[in-house]
């Protein structure tokens, strides 16, 4: 098995910036898609942002031009750099991986176990 752990979540004045680091517990035969999700209190889990490849990156249209989502691939470490935060993007932040613990195995999801984003002034 392998967990996600997500860090760089916290409270942050409206306008303001954090970023989010998601990292495996372990090392890994290959990780393949990867992304964010939130879930404020009272809603649905939405997608944030999300690659399903190196080289492709998604966004919910709420946070396009503000979030960015990369990756470290050597380190198998997942970002979301935020900035101009506002209120409407207070929840919690969970990442998600598509992982191939080993070379016999197949592709399996996992779920990082979320950190809090609050803003507020």
């Known amino acids: 098995q392998v967990q996600l752990v997500e860090s760089g979540g916290g409270l942050v004045q409206p306008g303001g910036s954090l970023r989010l680091s998601c990292a495996a517990s372990?090392?890994?035969?290959?990780?393949?898609?990867m992304g964010w999700y939130r879930q404020a209190p009272g809603k649905q889990r939405e997608l944030v942002a999300f690659?399903?490849?190196?080289?492709?990156?998604n966004y919910a249209d709420s946070v396009k031009g503000r979030f960015t989502i990369s990756r470290d691939n050597a380190k198998n470490i997942l970002y979301l750099q935020m900035n101009s935060l506002s209120p409407e993007d207070t929840a919690i932040y969970s990442c998600y991986a598509q992982v191939r613990l080993h070379h016999y195995s197949n592709y399996a999801d996992y779920w990082g176990q979320g950190t809090q984003v609050t803003v507020s002034s």
């Open positions: 372990r090392s890994v035969f290959n990780i393949n898609a």
């Open positions: 690659m399903p490849s190196l080289h492709t990156k």
